[in-house]
């Protein structure tokens, strides 16, 4: 059978069947990030690689993949709760780039890892037909805040920090080569994405969380994920579901279906997550004060699925988002 | 000016002159791998692309691929005397390949892991037009301990683990199609390679070595390395550098010139390193007893360059290896 055939998520449990797990491996093959104990604490560690023809719309300028490169891999430390320590990059590069190209790839790097308050150091530079980015992050967390896939419980609340749709929306006005003006913001929201490592450790301090996963491959999928990791069911109620404001504008002005964007589209880099009910207020406002939203969006029951209700009507949410080899 | 014409090192020091150093960062861009301080200890890490065009020889298996893959990014831990707490690994695939291959790369990856005293914890699937394998391994080493490029010191001995030149013969065997028979140690020393895990642990633990490096660019270059890091000179004794017994044969049989395997060929992953002199003799046994041998090579003396004495005469050694983009 070819990858094509199998899909990405066949292969991750391919592969995390074959691994065999440490005596130290807390969290292996299969979370946003694997963790490991050392002493009271765990490392956690992620990887995630871009290839330039899959991953970077056309005309992305050097420095927007290098914020890519990190957002995508400080987002993983993020849905773990885990502190950002330090990021190392591989990057492939045809060996006709200017050296102008790895300057700028390498300060917006610098500068995005910054910005999350966290540093490059180090890496490997080598020969490839087109640019291949390959990131690893690496924090820590206290072992008994670490936040994972599995620990939704039936009772609990879900709830997403910010506002989605915008990354998908923006990605499909530049696919599509639409006017920008009027949605910036969205293109910014593609481009200029951001990981929420602050809301991520807020998360992990409040003790009400019970598992988070950070909206990359977009809300369906993501609410699957967790639902599937921790075997239960999700009620999700489409009109409590954050949209970004001007997603609505754009779908209504082109013709498109705002799903598309806010439930299937991914990469808003936000943080899906349970909570207990008598948290859910502490947890709100615990956001508030590093200056982040979060709105409840629906309940953990029973069971297994994720089911959406839409105009008082109930049925099941297609299980449907980014993946690779599809 | 194009990637082509500036070549690896100096791309690696733009890079490392760019990117900010964190408070916390012991170690970050241009040695084998980065420290960060973590209470007493330091957490390393490190990072190692391969792609398939580049790095792997003609009918290399899945198996062997994961090999190197694993071997390539713990050696850099063993040469920062790190103890590997997991691997990771971003691999990207042509849709068209086949599921067994990544069962095979998978599988391959675990047992080479395991082999090496640590465990695969983790990793990210993509699409690409080639078989990328991009690792990241960590560890840990308590601060006192840890092995750097930068310590050697005039009057400190220099040293070398194992015997080399065999993985390059192996190289040019496969490459040049010549018959493998009788000198399979060769093949295999280049197909399936092995860190020096134990052996850089026993070297950072003994208090008397000062600077060590991985021989994966080639004796030569890893000497300039050092070297300059350092800030010393290095005098190398040619006769003295030790042999893989079976590529003196092959070269003899073959015409070839030993010195392009032993001193300009990479990939041996034996650990080169400087050692105060009234250390060396327990180096040496400390190393004994982990089943490794030692060979001194030469010494450190005030200024720079590195020099190698052949037939009495001395010469400078030229600082040429394994680059990429030249």
């Known amino acids: 059978m070819k990858l094509s055939e199998a899909g990405e998520r066949a292969l991750v449990e391919l592969a995390r069947k074959i691994c065999r797990r440490g005596p130290q491996v807390r969290i292996g093959i299969g979370d946003d990030a ?12 992620t990887t995630d690689m871009l290839v330039a023809s899959r ?35 591989s990057v492939g590069l045809p060996r006709e780039l200017e050296v102008k190209f790895v300057e700028r790839l390498v300060r917006g790097m610098d500068v995005a890892a910054r910005e999350h308050g966290t540093y490059v150091v180090g890496g ?26 599995s620990g939704a419980r039936a ?3 879900i709830a997403v920090t910010g506002r989605l ?51 990359t491959d977009g809300l369906a999928a993501n609410l699957w994920q967790l639902a599937r990791e921790s075997k239960v069911k999700f009620v999700v109620d489409r009109a409590n579901v954050p949209e970004h404001p001007l997603v609505r504008k754009f779908v209504t002005r082109y013709g498109f279906d705002a799903d598309d964007f806010v439930l299937f589209g991914g990469e808003d880099f936000e943080l899906l997550f349970t909570v207990r009910p008598r948290g859910w207020e502490k947890v709100r406002w615990a956001l508030k004060r590093v200056g982040a939203t979060a709105a ?31």
């Open 55 to 89: 991953h970077f719309p056309p005309r992305t300028t050097p420095e927007q993949m290098a914020r890519r490169a990190v957002v995508v891999n400080l987002s993983d430390l993020a849905a773990m709760g885990a502190k950002p320590l330090g990021l190392i990059f």
């Open 165 to 215: 749709g915008a990354a998908a929306a923006g990605l499909g006005l530049l696919l599509k080569r639409l006017p920008a003006k009027g949605y910036r913001a969205l293109v910014r929201a593609q481009l200029e994405p951001r990981a929420r490592v602050r809301e991520g450790k807020v998360l992990a301090r409040s003790g009400f969380v019970t598992s988070t996963i950070d909206v």
């Open 124 to 149: 490997d530079l080598d020969e490839s037909e087109e640019v291949v980015i390959s990131g690893a992050a690496f924090g820590v967390a206290r072992r008994r805040e670490l936040l994972t896939r």
């Open 155 to 157: 009772g609990d609340l």
């Open 296 to 326: 409840l969006i629906g309940h953990v029951a029973k069971g297994k699925g994720v089911f959406i209700q839409v105009k008082g009507k109930t049925r099941a949410l297609p299980d449907r988002g980014y993946e690779h080899f599809r």
């Open 34 to 45: 694997a963790a490991i104990d050392i002493d009271g604490s765990c490392l956690v560690a």
